[in-house]
């Protein structure tokens, strides 16, 4: 626990830090009208319209499930013109033009299904890189060029079959053994481990992944797993076990322990996984973790997130009639991530951090302590998804901040979760890339420590605009 002094210290080092960022990142975001700037817009106008953005995720969620044109427009038509939806969202003009478009007879069903399948797709584009190993690999070179690192990730997960789990494990085995090459020459990079970095969803790896069965499925998932890391330590690749939901949380954890216990495995260094802050036990949780990572003297680099299933564990709790597992107040996640940093940071012996947040506020917090606890520059790094937050990935890698890149590639539909989740976030009306981009939020405001209570209407400074920190 820290003394209200060292508090004190930290809070005018994050302050400083965050103010440097937004005038930082105010070169980057003037710049002119690109193809990321133009889908940014679309996606604005969805986050401007709550009724619209409802009737679209609500379409993009059985897409793909529709096989033919017809049914594409008998959707599509049904969910622009039904008249009240149970979320009680007032309709707007936006809507309401769509609600007449739909209903427009004039438009023949193949109209519509293409212009579907093509906005679909637009919206693919802008969070996906590509579905063939050529067309990933040019992408992934050109953010190389700008000075970015990259972790690939394979869409999908939930498999419901072992030959798909199987199909899985082929394909992450080819992407550790061929996907360098398709690269070429690496170029000069900050220190942050091996180039070849891929991302890996547990739940792609058994079609039974089942927490009440923590030894078989550990069984299972680890007999998937042993190649993968045993190509990985051939090519010197590094490994990251992305964190699902929270049912799966548990035992994700405990198969990375499983495995690491592994005579042949014993201390790989090239290995992370992924700590959710929204999460009420997120802080005992990696306590405890850590505790495990220092008994087996095991290094590790934990990606710390807030979280990507937060509207789906707060439906599937409430459902069941189970207390939410996930803090439901925007302000007490934020708290818990800047906790969390903290607690990783001091253990910058035992582990690496990886602070994946868009977030300028948690990202100055996670500034402060690197400063405060003398945090080697190789021991931290930032990460960001692919298609989101540029102007707050150019603005830290010209800082010369290791900068890594969540590039996920395959198919549209199984990608299809990690676009509704995208979705739900940049539209998100307490998302932080919405308070700034969209609503316009001040730095100050943007900026402010979410570990106090918010501060009173009235003890807001007046006229604090965009332009307000200087
Ligand atoms: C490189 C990278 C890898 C990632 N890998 C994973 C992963 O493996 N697993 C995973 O779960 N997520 C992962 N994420 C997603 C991440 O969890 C966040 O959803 C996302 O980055 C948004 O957080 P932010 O700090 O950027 O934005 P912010 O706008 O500051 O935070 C948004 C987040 O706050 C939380 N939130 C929103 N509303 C509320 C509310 N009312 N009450 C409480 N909390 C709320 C949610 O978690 C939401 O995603 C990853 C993100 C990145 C950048």
Known sequence: MNTRKQEATLERLAARHGKRLFRAMARHESRGLTMDRAQDMAMNLMMKDEDLRYRMLRFVDVYPALRSQASIAEHLEEYLTAGELETGVPPTRLSDLARSIGRHRGITQPAIAMASRLGIKQMGNQFIAGNTPGEVARKVSKMEKRGFLFSLDLLGEFVVSESQADDYQRRYLEMIEDFEDELGPAPKQPAAGPRMNLSIKLSSQTSKFDPMDPEGTSRDVRRRLRPLFRAARKKGAFLNIDMEKREFRDLTLRIILDLLDEEEFRGFPHIGTVHQAYLRDAEEVLQGFLAELSKRNQPMTIRLVKGAYWDSEQIWARQKGWQVPVYTDKRETDACFE????????????????????????????????????????????????????????????????????????????????????????????????????????????????????????????????????
């Open 339 to 470: 906790r969390c940093a903290e607690i990783l940071m001091k253990n910058h012996k035992v582990v690496r951090t990886a602070i994946a947040s868009h977030n300028v506020r948690s990202i100055a917090w996670a500034l402060a302590l690197k400063k405060a606890y003398d945090v080697p520059d190789t021991a931290l790094e930032f990460q960001m998804l692919f298609g989101m937050a540029g102007p707050i990935k150019e603005t830290l890698r010209d800082m010369g901040h290791p900068v890594r890149i969540y590039t996920p590639c395959g198919e549209l539909i199984p990608g299809m979760s990690y676009l509704v989740r995208r979705i739900l976030e940049n539209t998100s009306n307490e998302s932080f890339l919405r308070q700034r981009f969209t609503k316009g939020a001040s730095p100050m405001t943007l900026l402010a420590n979410p570990k106090l209570p918010p501060r009173p209407e009235w003890a807001k400074p007046a006229n604090m605009g965009k332009g307000a920190v200087k």
